[in-house]
């Protein structure tokens, strides 16, 4: 046994594994009541479900971003509500960057530079957040909010200006990987490579930046010291480490985090941009923070979630992918709306301690006072 | 200082950070007007900016001038070679009374949903929920205001506000109650809301409570009893104006000169030694949430019975999330919540007449806004600028 | 030893007489204090010395000094005779300075093993940590100083005892030569005190250099091989403990003659005013930590409750002021249940509390000091009147209080934050003591505060008792325990394990029922 904590990858994410099973349960529920659909609710399950993952996985990955954001600030003690705002912005720049340079270097080119662009745009308006809540030592909260403020205000201003106007157009979407044919129809493991393998860069290296992420949160010196100033800043303080370099950090990096999800949006989901078009994916992100128990993959978990639900008022309305039966007449009655509160339902329930205490870091969202004397 | 706050522990409002703890109120004021005027600055550099991206544009350095000139037009003043409808904008008159109104209107809801943010904010509670709070009160106030078939004005108007005022207290309430019970921190809990508000009421418009008779989705309108009147001919202002500002000295009396505000401020000021002195915090924290989400309804009452009419179902507003930046502005003192909502107002109305004029985009404003937060946030560094300032000033005083 | 000590351990062997550590002349500022004022002090090598002083005479600034966290205005530091300039905690761990802090420094949910490493990490390669590197390298420092310890072990679960020795390996692990411990004993219990006495020696005798920063006068003596004192922020003098006496140091500590004794006459106790039945009552975790207590406070008494800290007295406290849920068991005031009243409802049975954490509980600093004067009374008349308050009375109140128990304050509008804490406390006694008193719990009256101030304190205690209230006083400070009680009643572990008469008590046999729950060496049932 060694004495750093790696046995957290088994316990981070029981909660979401405990909201699988309950959605399991109704489902077996449904199947009981339902007997005479039971070989359609089998098939459905089989046949029918795989299919949406591509799109789950579609939904989950800016949350997921968001999310990792997140916990790079959060574990290093820095809340960061912006993350909207990151997103909304790095979105945009990509797509201009995009628009602008794809005449000049050729499509994928442009999309590439797009994505790198978006994630220093991300970065540097997390430097801003990070100067105003580590050295000016205001209150987080309040810096995040100027964050989606100007973040809001500064993409629909330069958007009516630069894009609307001109009829400024986007560049290519990246393009996604191709999976052999065969690979694809193996039944269920196929549409779930499919789901994993068929997306673009940017959604084919979350998966990495979760694994890593995790990995060196808990095992590597930049994750020791991370924690620790999330937990106990003055005690890293006085053993050397300096608070404020690690904070500066890890709000910096994440911030790029945040960027890749924003550029996601406007060249690997889509090659165009709306003003507003996050519509909240940086809050669901925040959400899957609390709900993943500021961990990566329990982060990611929730993410996938979140994805799941939301991408089911898409996926469960339309008869193809239905459940068969009553569940499906009863998912088919269900308002839009529904699915799209479930995130945001789920996380009050989380906070409300129904489901287990969601605990942050201790030093989370308090600014540190070197001069202090207490 | 060392400042714990509730178990739950996370992200924390200190109030005494938070409503600028140091300094006299004229210093305040002082330190506020060079965050507005820097604002304003940056906006004035991105309008030289927008100029000249524009076809065809140029550098043009007395653009801002311009600008800003339309926008006072838009919002207060009688425009120059402007005056379509300048029937109270007679001879060597300065003031447009319907531009004014314009703009009571629009600082009407900012007052409301400023005053919800800062009357939290004196409790220690970050209420980031005015936004869900003022849909649910504009939301109620019209369900209400509907279906007061045949009352008359003062009374259908005054059931349809309390209305208002009751949809935004459960959505107070509820994050209230989940903090004082469950520890769960109100500024995750207030977002969610929003959402859920945002969402769940565009189901209801949609759907259950929808006027079959509209084109658009949206709830039928108000009876003519519940419908704010404008009591002066040719101005839009409605009686909502007078509403808010009256809440505002209530709200004013309830903090600083009541046993109740006693309480609240000291919950606010140190949750534990509140304990000790006898004041129950978790009481106290479900009733400033509640009572901060009736003031957040209000403003959606004020502005469904008054402008709006009815609630659509895809109601694009932000007068709940322009209510943080009006009470961080306002230093969460009511007072200071009406200038800064008075302001913000301006801002707004005047920005349809700069954007007709000069072609710059509407949102200006609320890059501006966000520049004017931005520095409130970082007042420390224009205090550690002024003192500087002055001895540069008493130098070159002396030198001369 | 020595060998196992990593980079810059000094030369074994040839003994080195030059001073270890020397600060000359440092001098530090605060807004409005003069913390530190040209003070000297020096450190040979092997040498356990003493830095004595009272609450805010400067030992912690000038260790904060010494330890990089705060930059000296003026002044020199030498190390090994070498003049450095120490810009941080780095900089002081580089250079052999390890520091225990008085409010430990340890993150509660890490490890042992990663709070030692945290910031010197053992790596197994420029990114990852090496775990089991760092496990057996702390397993052998700890067993070179006569102790064992589970590095895979969670620092908030362990007692404070064995925290505090995680911190002595933290600084070891860093290769200290120079070993600063602020106040190391204030949490310890006399077992734990003693045990870690044996571990400074050893540490001493194999070369390493301690200073011992303390305001208790029998430690110092005890464990010291040197003795400086200092005084507002100056140094007084020096001392050798083998021919120094308490009364010597407390008036070199104090700068003047200090009675140790405070002046009161026999108590005349009354009818029974404070019952406590078979009282039980749960800590944040739900343990239970007071556990079935029963005592009885008389009017015209002083109630006395000396215990380690840490053994139930905050929660027993908390409970009989309102402020925390009785598990089971009954409160009574006269012959009235009060059992889970409120703080209000407890006002206004005429029960003052002073409580142990003035900060925390008993004010409200960014209030300005007249409305902390009417913390508890606000919501009556005249301070409010039918829901309004009334700031001219509030006022008043405070022009008379602040004269009568001497609060030094310009005015009654300035911010309670800008009191020095002996006026902080002095604030809470004149609210607590200007109106009628049934009932007093005192709790750590006098923590942290100056002479001046205890004495004050005391003394309006005392005349409290005299005039007919029932005083329970709890504190962690035994000698205030025996200065001020009428009945002492010890507690260990959440049970009432002895009563003594005040008059007739020893300190001795006090301190050891504190220690161990053993009342004249039977074994107390109930206290394992």
Redesign the interface.
Known sequence: MTAFAIGRFASISYRAWAVLGVIVLLALAAMLFNVPYLGGFVDWVINRVPPTFSLIVQYATPIAFAALCGVMCERSGVVNIGIEGLMLTSAFVAFLAGAYLGPVVGTPWAALLGVGFAVLASMLLSLLHAWLSITIKADQVISGAVIIILAAGGTAFFNQLLVSTSGLSGTLILPHLSIPRELTTIPFVGPLLLALLNQGPIAMSLIVCVVGLQILLFRSRWGLRTRAVGEHPKAADTVGIDVYWVRYRNVVLGGAFAGLGGAFLTTELSNSFQDGMTGGVGFIGLAAVIFGRWTPIGAFGAALLFGAVQSAQLTLRIPSSAPPGELGELVAALPPEFFGILPYLVTIVVLAGVVGRAIPPAADGIPYDKESRS | MTTERGAAGGMSVDPTTLLGGSGGLGRQALVTSIAVLAGLLVGAALIILSGALQPGGTLDFGLPLVAYRALLDGALLCEEGFQEAGILCEEGGILDLRALGNTLNASTPLIMTGLAVAFGFRAGLFNIGAQGQFLLGAFASTLIGANLVGVPFPTAAAIAILAGALGGALWGFIPGALKAWRGAHEVVTTIMLNFVAALGLRYLANGPFRDPGATFSRTPDIQPGAVLPTPIDGSPMHWGIVVAVGVAVAVWFLLFKTTLGFEIRTVGANPFAARYAGIRPRLITILTMTLAGSMAGVGGAAEGLGITKNYPAEYGTSYGFDGIAVALLGRAHPFGVVGAALLFGVLRAGAGSMQRQTDIPIDIITIVQGMILLFVAAEVVIRRLLPAARARRATATAAA | MTDQRTEGAPATGEVVRAPALEMRGITKH?PGVRANDGIDLEVRPGEIHALLGENGAGKSTLMNIL?G??APDSGEILLDGETVGIS???????RGIG?V?QHF???????????I?????T?ANP???D??K??DRIRELARQLGFEID??AVVGDLSVGIQQRIEIL?ALY?GAKVLILDEPTAVLTPQETVEIFEVLKRLAAEGTSIVFISHKLYEVLEIADRITVIRRGKVVGQADPKTATEEDLAEMMVGREVSLVVDKGVATPGEVVLRAENLSVAD?RGSVVVDSIAFEVRAGEILGIAGVAGNGQAELVEAL?G?RRVASGRVLLGDEDITNH???SL?ERDVA?I?GDRQ????????PVE?NLV??D??KPPY?QR???NERAISRRAAELIPEFDIRTPSGAVPT?TLSGGNQQKLIVAREFSRPLRLLIADQPTRGIDVGSIEFIHKQIVAKRDAGTAVLLVSAELDEVLELSDRIAVIYRGRIVATVDGATAEKERIGLIMATGEATGQRVEGAA
């Open positions: 605060f330890y966290l705060l941080g905690p780095s900089d002081a761990i580089a520091m802090h420094m340890l993150v509660p949910v890490f490890t042992v093993a990663e709070n490493v945290l910031g010197n990490e790596m990114v990852f940590l775990a089991h760092a496990d590095p895979s933290k860093r944040d002021t402020l409120s703080p209000r006002t509390y409580p925390r509980f008993g004010l409200v600093l960014p209030y409305d913390l508890t606000y919501h409010s829901g309004v308050i934050s």
